[in-house]
């Protein structure tokens, strides 16, 4: 049995107020790591003994700030969760009878791009160089499963999750000469509040094209990152793993 090799490792998690950010920071937070709870709003049920910082991604200056207090304070970073991500859906352009209805708007597109990618750019730009510091480091990514195959009125999403696939694939070219691994986690639909907004129906097609019948648990994507970072995944980087019970299959 392969020991996970996480307990007192320091473990940033961006959007860890809630949903997948939250469940991913208390499990690694019950491997023994040390939380760096990362959100734009404050964390308000963090444990006591998560050391939460409000940090808008999208935002290089207050990044760059944030990973040193966190280096500052804990001497290290080991692990870098990039989970912060926002939706603006909606179609390219909406016609009716040849007239122009609608399009996406320049703010939409631009919001969804700074905050799933750009700050994706900016957590690791701004952590990498402590992890070659003190001899490597795990670096994970949230994608998408629709980023895979394309989503109807998904346009930016997509665009931003796609391209967290492809900087993935750079970074672990980029940082395995200092040990650092860099992968990324594709989830299919999560119960989370993200989908509050959902219409019931879309919900019920995504779960009959899922082969497992059911949409994710947050747990179940943090307990996949948490196996990326432990020793188990010690040979493992560049990949994307697919957690979406099947529905890229069942599509």
Known sequence: MIETGLHGK??????????????????????????AAWDVVLCEHCP?????????????????????????????????VNNAGILRDGQLVKCRDGALLGRMTDEDFDRVLGVNLKGVFHCTR???PYMIRHGGGVILNASSVVALYGNFGQTSYIASKAGVIGMTRVWARELGR?????NAVAPGLV?????????????????????????????????????????????????VLSVDGGIVTGT
């Open 10 to 35: 320091v473990v940033v998690v961006t959007g860890a107020a809630a949903g997948i950010g939250h469940a991913t920071a208390m499990r690694f937070a019950l491997e023994g790591c040390r939380v």
């Open 48 to 80: 006591p003994d998560w050391f939460g910082l409000q940090v808008d991604v999208s935002d290089s200056a207050a990044v760059d700030e944030a990973a040193k207090t966190v280096a500052e304070k804990f001497g290290r970073i080991d692990v870098l």
């Open 126 to 128: 701004a952590v990498a």
């Open 178 to 182: 200092f040990n650092i691994r860099v």
């Open 191 to 239: 119960e989370t509040d993200i989908l509050k907004n959902m219409p019931e129906k879309v919900l019920e097609e995504m779960k009959r094209r899922t082969p497992l019948g059911r949409l994710a648990r947050p747990e179940e994507i943090a307990e996949a990152y948490v196996w990326l970072a432990s020793n188990a995944a010690s040979f493992i980087t560049g990949a």
